[in-house]
């Protein structure tokens, strides 16, 4: 008996790893498991780095639809809404190597937008990068979806201009670096009211380079290999049923 409960205790936490229903968009649903209730962080960040009278650089959320209550990084690419400290909302997240972005803002055709975005993001800790370039690269990654919100330079010589970082972006991606960048770690991260909708609907949009909730596929994988151990824990009369 004592199987059987862990058993169904696994089951449960897998049960209640996302809100239970989809999401309907025109055309297509978005299964569950995408879906997940956020809270964003309840603070300024730490370093609280400031530009063009936005904080820039990465943010954190806690997934509250998982019972683990993760803490998942995000990187702001919409300058266009609004989200406030403590916010809840419910995002639907795309894998930036899916070829689904109908829950997203700006749909496929801005994928490479996305990719660039998420290089863009990555370089925050980079080696080498200070605080005082962060502005400059987050005016580029809002820039590459929303052109001209806002105005971060436009001298392409300085490491802190929004001219700089775009241009670091497009040599990256025309050189071939998104070949090696791994994209599978990334999501897009979508208020499900703002779903095809670049304005005025929803909290801002986010990247995020964790992973959030396992798919069901990782469920399934989990929970076979847990019910595997326990079988060979039996086997070997290390525990009793």
Known sequence: ???????????????????????????????????????????????????????????????????????????????????????????????????????????????????????????????????SQWGGIQAAVWNLLNPGNPNGGTNPTANSSEAYWLAQADSWYLGGGARNFDFSRWSIVTDVDGAGVVSGRGTQEFLTDTTATPEPETWILMGTGIMLIFGVAIAKGAIRV
Request: charged share 15%.
């Open 1 to 131: 008996m004592r199987l059987a409960r862990t058993l169904l205790a696994v089951l449960a936490i897998a049960g209640s790893a996302a809100p239970a229903s989809a999401l309907q968009l025109p055309g297509k649903p978005v299964p569950a498991w995408r879906l997940k209730n956020l809270k964003f962080q309840t603070k300024a960040p730490t370093p609280a780095v400031t530009a063009f009278g936005y904080y820039v650089g990465p943010f954190t959320g806690t997934v509250l639809s998982d019972p683990t209550r993760p803490t998942i990084n995000l990187f702001c690419v919409d300058v266009l809404n609004s989200i406030k400290f403590g916010q809840t909302w419910t995002g639907a997240f795309t894998r930036l190597t899916s070829g689904d972005f109908s829950a997203t803002r700006h749909g496929i055709s801005a994928k490479s937008s996305y990719e660039k975005a998420a290089y863009l993001a990555s370089q925050y800790r980079a080696q080498g990068v200070q605080t």
